[in-house]
């Protein structure tokens, strides 16, 4: 144990690389930002090396700060929770989690009994949005996101990425032998995923041009309930069609499958105490879910 560095300094370190800030780390941490920075340097000067730049208005880690990280973050986070283990716990703490909606209600809702019957402990507030930023950043302390790479911080988690089939009513589904015969139907279009429908046509070579008037829903939940009804034909991702598919609500067409062009993201924490035994739990449960 002769190595092992001083634990209130790698708070401090672990705060301010986190917040990116000797103030925010300053406010989380009870102190001053004298102090804080102190004990940064502290931590700097027992290693014989220089773990953040310091900029005017942030820090950013050096290339061995980079490193570091990773380790002394989960290091306190497993410290945290083997006390809470221990000790008990004085009092509930809720995690917010915020999802897409239909993420929310087709993929992390139906398995959050489970995981509430495991950890009675841990209060979970699911937000769920149409939108992803309806919610402030600031009262959110695990946040999950859907989009292509492009959007998201270089920072963020990568836990899927997402495919779409097209999808019916059992009895319609099994009629349909041909995409033609498919393209012949209502085509349920989902609003900011409509090319899906193009690029199934690209695919397998038979134009969309000329068919039939089609319907417009702004959420996955909307289109599989007019699929279920026997409306139309939806192209939905095959993660939230997985439960329609296994209630027998709903059947694939053709076993056609096209890549969406997106992923499901894990964003950098940005809530209260992100680096909590709780908050750490919940994020462990979502990353598995995705596996």
Not at 115 to 120: G, Y
Request: aromatic share 8%; glycine share 6%.
């Amino acid at each position: 144990m002769s190595d092992l560095p001083n634990l209130v300094w790698l708070r401090a370190f672990e705060a301010a690389a986190r917040l990116k800030s000797f103030t925010a780390a300053a406010e989380e941490l009870g102190l001053t930002q004298a102090a804080v920075s102190h004990q940064v340097r502290s931590l700097e000067k027992s290693f014989g090396i220089t773990l953040f730049i310091r900029r005017s208005r942030h820090l950013e880690l050096t290339q061995l700060g980079h490193a570091y990280y990773p380790s002394v973050a989960q290091a306190l986070t497993d410290i945290a929770y083997s006390t809470r283990g221990l000790l008990g716990h004085a009092q509930t703490r809720t995690v917010t989690l915020r999802a897409p909606v239909s993420t929310a209600v087709l993929w992390v809702a139906p398995r959050l009994g489970a995981f509430h019957s495991a950890h009675p402990h841990i209060r979970i507030r699911l937000i769920s949005a149409v939108w992803a930023g309806s919610t402030q950043d600031e009262d959110v302390d695990i946040d999950l996101r859907l989009g292509p790479t492009g959007w998201f911080d270089r920072r963020a988690h990568l836990l899927s990425t997402e495919s779409v089939i097209p999808a019916a009513q059992p009895q319609l589904a099994a009629q349909l032998q041909s995409v033609d015969q498919l393209f012949g139907q209502t085509l349920i279009h989902i609003h900011g995923y409509q090319d899906h429908w193009l690029r199934l046509s690209e695919q397998e070579g038979v134009p969309l041009k000329d068919r039939g008037a089609p319907l417009y829903v702004d959420t996955s939940l909307a289109a599989i309930e007019l699929a279920a009804s026997g409306t139309g034909v939806a192209m939905l991702m095959r993660r939230y069609a997985e439960l329609p598919l296994s209630q027998g609500r709903l059947a694939p067409v053709l076993d056609a499958e096209i890549p969406m062009g997106q992923g499901h993201y894990l964003m950098p924490a940005a809530g209260e105490a992100p680096n909590s035994a709780e908050t750490a739990l919940v994020r462990d449960w979502i990353v598995s879910l995705f596996c």
